[in-house]
């Protein structure tokens, strides 16, 4: 089914949580959220949400704080190479504690 098929102006992706399995067994990076310097928690509305939008395992929930299911989460980085304030960062998943 081409674009003109569906109705769409432009090919587009719609991810659903869960639809690759539980993906962040193999994480290897895991995405920490500094709410201090997201744009979204700064003005309590759903403003930016760059890294919900980029995220290709829809494990960002769409709310404000923004929460992140790391059991969907696979490391890509996506969402922090796409967020403009830097309020996310990927740290080695060794690093964290309790694996959680």
């Known amino acids: ?21 539980e993906t962040g067994r193999w994480r290897t990076m895991r995405p920490v959220v500094d709410h201090t310097k ?4 700064a003005a309590d509305s759903l403003v930016c949400l760059r890294c919900w939008c980029y995220c ?6 769409k709310a404000v704080p923004i929460e992140i299911d790391l ?25 964290c504690e309790d694996g959680e």
């Open 1 to 21: 089914m081409g674009t003109r098929d569906c109705g769409h102006l432009s090919a587009m992706a719609a991810p659903a949580k869960g639809e690759a399995g």
């Open 38 to 41: 997201c744009t979204a928690a």
């Open 56 to 61: 290709p395992e829809a494990a960002i929930e």
């Open 71 to 95: 059991t969907y989460c696979k490391g890509c980085g996506i969402c922090a190479e796409g967020c403009p304030s830097k309020a996310i960062t990927m740290v080695p998943e060794v690093e």
